[in-house]
C-alpha cells in the first residue's frame, strides 16, 4: 500500500530554517518522483517543488534561491530544507507521490516569534 | 511561469446536477513530446487533495466516470455530471508541461 507521511517541527521562527522529512512505503524512489506542495491556511495549492527518480531537482522559481530537496533511498526518505523562513512560508506542507498520485496527510508549519 | 486561471470562484449546485469548471493557461500546454499535461484534483473539506483526471482525459483509479475532463492547447474544462454529496469541495487544475508547476486558485463546488 502506497503512503506517504510528513513530519517536522510544527513552529518555526523567523529567518530560521524548516527542515521537513516525508516517509514513503510502498513505492520506491528511484522509480518515482516526490513533489512537496503547500497551501497556506484558506488559501490555494503552491507546488513547491520535486525530486525525481534519478535524483536531480526542480524548484519553484520564487523559493529556489532558499530551498532544497533532497532524498535518502535507503530509508525512503525525501528531505525539505528551506531557510530564512518568513511568516508567508506558514502553510500546511504536503508531500505526493508523482504528480499527486498519492499524498501525504500534510504537516502544518507556522512561522512565528 | 505560467498562469492558470480558473473559474468560476464558487459554483452552486444541485445534487443531481451537472457542472463545468474552466482552466486556462497563459501559454499553451502542449509538451515537447507530444503529450499535454493538465491535470485536476479535489481536496474535500479537511483533507488533501486527491487526483480525479491526469492529462486532460483520463480519470485516476478509482474515479467514477461522473468526471470527465477536456480541452486542448490552453483551454480546459472538467465537468461533473449528476453530483452527489461527496463531489463537493475545491477543484484544483494544475499543469506540469512548463516548470515551474502551476496550479489554478480553485474552484469551490457547494449545494446551492
Known amino acids: 500500500q502506497v503512503q506517504l507521511k510528513e513530519s517536522g517541527p510544527g513552529l518555526v521562527q523567523p529567518s530560521q530554517t524548516l527542515s521537513l522529512t516525508c516517509t514513503v512505503s510502498?513505492?520506491?524512489?528511484?522509480?518515482?518522483?516526490v513533489h512537496w506542495v503547500r497551501q497556506p491556511p484558506g488559501k490555494g495549492l503552491e507546488w513547491v517543488g520535486a525530486i525525481w527518480s534519478g535524483g536531480s531537482t526542480d524548484y519553484n522559481s520564487a523559493l529556489k534561491s532558499r530551498l532544497s530537496i533532497s532524498r535518502d533511498t535507503s530509508k525512503s526518505q525525501v528531505f525539505l530544507k528551506m531557510n530564512s523562513l518568513q511568516t508567508e512560508d506558514t502553510a500546511i506542507y504536503f508531500c505526493?507521490?508523482?504528480?499527486?498520485?498519492?499524498w501525504g496527510q500534510g504537516v502544518m508549519v507556522t512561522v512565528s516569534s | 511561469d505560467v498562469l492558470m486561471t480558473q473559474t468560476p470562484v464558487s459554483l452552486p449546485v444541485s445534487l443531481g446536477g451537472q457542472v463545468s469548471i474552466s482552466c486556462r493557461s497563459s501559454?499553451?500546454?502542449?509538451?515537447?513530446?507530444?503529450?499535454?499535461?493538465l491535470h485536476w484534483y479535489l481536496q474535500k473539506p479537511g483533507q488533501s487533495p486527491q487526483l480525479l483526471i491526469y492529462?486532460?482525459?483520463n480519470r485516476f483509479s478509482g474515479v467514477p466516470d461522473r468526471f470527465s475532463g477536456s480541452g486542448s492547447g490552453t483551454d480546459f474544462t472538467l465537468k461533473i455530471s449528476r453530483v452527489e454529496p461527496e463531489d463537493l469541495g475545491v477543484y484544483y487544475c494544475l499543469q506540469s508541461t512548463h516548470f515551474p508547476l502551476t496550479f489554478g486558485s480553485g474552484t469551490k463546488l457547494e449545494i446551492k
Open positions: 492529462r486532460v482525459s
Open positions: 501559454q499553451s500546454l502542449v509538451h515537447s513530446d507530444g503529450n499535454t499535461y
Open positions: 505526493t507521490r508523482g504528480i499527486g498520485l498519492c
Open positions: 510502498g513505492f520506491s524512489l528511484t522509480s518515482n518522483s
